[in-house]
DNA sequence: TGCTAACTTGTACAATCGTCCAAAATAAGG
DNA sequence: CCTTATTTTGGACGATTGTACAAGTTAGCA
């Protein structure tokens, strides 16, 4: 437990400029293989290769290879979160929240780094497909997603008061099942269509998607 | 490729009654396990190990690591896409299909089996879930369920003529995803709301949720 | 500028990995 | 029962794994 956030021992100098840079370059690399290959099938020297660096330096500023991974799938989940949240309180500044609006507070923050905010994110919004999917790393997942998750479903029920809160959740769990689909499994939408049309669309059809599929599940 | 099916080498005597049985228990157990920890996260000696016998008997029965994850995940494949082939066409007989009835017929053999089916099923279950979620088994996945996916997808496509076929691809795609993450994600829905009361439930609250989620999405 | 914490390097370690193989035990087919 | 294909055993192989460490280099801070 608590891997994502060690105990940091008093540091009395800052890093340098270098160091930093580097330990960029190390988390990149991890985040990349530790996404196309999961935990297991990526290793230590693979990311050190990557990076560019010896074997010593990944263990140096990454630690142990849990805490690593933990650290590479915790560094962007905060900033995703506060956008999560930013765009929600934004909106509901605007009037008043509609169930749409709430779907699309969470997933557009999402889907907008993973096809705009370059290779990286686009690598870590596949690293949040395997986290979730894989029960080693319930802890994890939990640690870095479910509180903002609660927030989103809080907001929903307060929209259905009479509705029963699993039934949200569990709404809310197959709507996340299908924001991380749109991103894991685009070949597989493709594998049994035709090629989709621009990614612009990918949003609303999800959105469009999950909206109806809570609403019914609430008013089954 | 073709890792699922290779060539079998003349084989010229029948299998011994105790061999077949060895063979079931490594298969049950690189099942288990594969299901458990993933690809890498299992080793040919925990498998061993689990279904106690040494390491060689699992090379022999199972060829390389590779074959033997193959072997396991097209094992079941094929029973559980005549469980649901057959369900459609028993439905069929009953009167016109609808798309309630057509993702009853997919989600729910494979829902009663990872619930009733027994240990191996269950593990089977979450397995399916790790297949389609890992980019580096997309050929085997496509193998083993794209092709009754495409029927499903026919089934539906026919019920909505002028409805594009990417737009329901995408909608039984994220259908899909939520019915992996009712087996592979229920900790969460009850990390995040109240425990779930009974199972039965979970296939029709699924199915309202994908069935209003694809005709949202067609009539968008 | 000098001191020293921090960073970097390369190597070494024990453990485990997938695969292979020769020999012994087993059991099917004549 | 005898022959022999098959199954089973236990160990060995080289490669790779995560981690640790001592020595050398860099750079922050006084």
Redesign the pocket.
Known sequence: MNAAIPQEKQ?????????LE?RARIWDAAESLFAERGFDGA????IAKTAD?????V???GG???ALFASVVGRRAEELSEARTNALAARAELGPLTLTAILECFFGPYLEKAETGGPQWRAYARLVGYVSADARWHALAAECFDPTAGRFIDAISTLYPHAHRQTISAGFVYSVSAMLALVTSGWRVQALGDPRVDAASHLDELVSFCVAGIEAAINR
Do not use: F, I, N, W
Request: hydrophobic share 20%; glycine share 4%; net charge positive.
């Open positions: 540091r009395q100098r800052a890093p340098s400029k270098r160091s580097t290793s230590m020297r693979d660096v010896p074997v010593g330096l263990t140096h500023h142990s290879k849990e």
